[in-house]
């Protein structure tokens, strides 16, 4: 049955329009306001426009005004790689995916082997255009300068350009954020880089103003690698609840050594389970969010299988990355605070 104003409003005219636009208020047709769609606890999606060059103050990132900014990003390890391959209209479309689903950077690969082949001198000719693109969309870039240096045979002369480059060029940004190498104790990784001592002598070729990270640890709270912030790529094993309690220990691992540490890569996303890499529960990533930000971390960046291809994810995927970025964003952002 339809239904429609009182008979006795159905009129024409301007006194019909006036009647019928109170008829459509009083019954809730009218759009809320802006300024209050939004639960006031939601924390803002922060800009590089906005918040500037972001640094480490305490167990805190900050933007450039002092303000605490909140880590909140997404793997796009190919977004590189696509512009090497002139594919700007796929990077772009992820790019607008991540910043419409609510994350403030990306962590992009500057040179790579196995997903995809990109030559650390193409992945350089590129990155001014990275930055450029991703502060377009209102998003900062982790951009890291060493991944699969075994399989490219990078000698110690190869690595050290590697991050002194990646480093000029990211000085030039106000929204790059370095991190020196990909799990440096990989078997992918040359052997040279399993020593922590040579991330740090690398570290020494990054501009003082760039914000960087050495690389994560196959221990969860190994103290070193380190660098200005230090990430960590959550261990796997164990049940959904048992990854999720780890967070406290990272937690701990910020106030022993007084830096920001950011939750670099736990279990991903996929569209199906796969024990011990995928999960498909948006729940679980809403949960490590969550605890991300209860742990007192500075952020997280979540994972996913698309995302490593720069694709936007399918919709299992789509879902975790809705509900991530729900529990990281529902409550207040950390302070700057010392140990």
């Known amino acids: 049955m339809k239904t429609g104003p009182p ?9 019909g329009v006036v009647c019928g636009l109170l008829w459509i208020a009083a019954c809730g047709y009218a759009q809320p306001r802006a300024d209050t769609a939004r639960p006031p606890d939601v924390v803002p999606l922060q800009t590089p426009a906005a918040c500037g060059r972001v640094s480490a103050r305490g167990t805190a990132l900050v933007c450039a005004d002092g303000s605490a900014f909140r ?9 590189l790689d696509q512009l090497a391959d002139g594919r700007r209209a796929d ?22 082997d196995v997903l995809f082949k ?21 998003l900062y870039v982790e951009i890291v300068a060493i991944a699969d240096s075994a399989r490219l045979k990078q000698s110690p002369d190869g690595l050290r350009n590697q991050v002194a480059a990646v480093g000029r060029l990211a000085a030039a940004h106000v929204n790059a954020i370095v991190q020196i190498a990909n799990e440096h104790y ?11 001592a040579t991330l740090t002598a690398l570290a020494a070729l990054i501009p003082p103003r760039v914000l960087y990270t050495e690389s994560a640890s196959a221990d969860d709270t190994a103290a070193r690698p380190q ?15 048992d990854m999720t309690a780890r967070l406290a220990l990272l937690g701990e691992l910020a106030m022993s050594t007084g830096k920001p540490v950011v939750n670099g890569e736990p279990i991903g996303a996929g569209e199906r389970r796969v024990p011990g890499r995928r999960l498909a529960d948006p729940r679980v990533f809403r949960d490590l969010a969550r605890r991300t930000v209860e742990a007192g971390l500075a952020g997280g960046t979540f994972h996913c299988e698309d ?17 991530w970025v729900e529990g990281m964003s529902a409550t207040s952002p950390p302070t700057a605070r010392r140990p």
């Open 7 to 15: 008979a006795g409003i159905r009129r024409t005219g301007f006194a």
């Open 91 to 112: 990077a772009d479309t992820y790019l607008r995916w991540a910043r419409a689903t609510g994350f403030n950077l990306v962590r992009v690969l500057a040179m790579a």
């Open 227 to 241: 660098g200005l912030f230090i990430t960590r790529h959550l261990s796997r094993g164990g049940t959904p609840a």
């Open 71 to 79: 880590w909140n990003g997404v793997t796009a390890f190919a977004l």
């Open 186 to 196: 990989h078997p992918t990784q040359v052997p040279a880089l399993h020593d922590p």
């Open 307 to 323: 995302g490593m291809f720069a694709r936007v994810p399918g919709p299992v995927q789509q879902a975790c990355a809705r509900a």
């Open 118 to 138: 990109l030559s650390p001198e193409e992945g350089r000719r590129h990155l001014d255009g990275l930055f450029t693109a991703a502060a377009g969309h209102g």
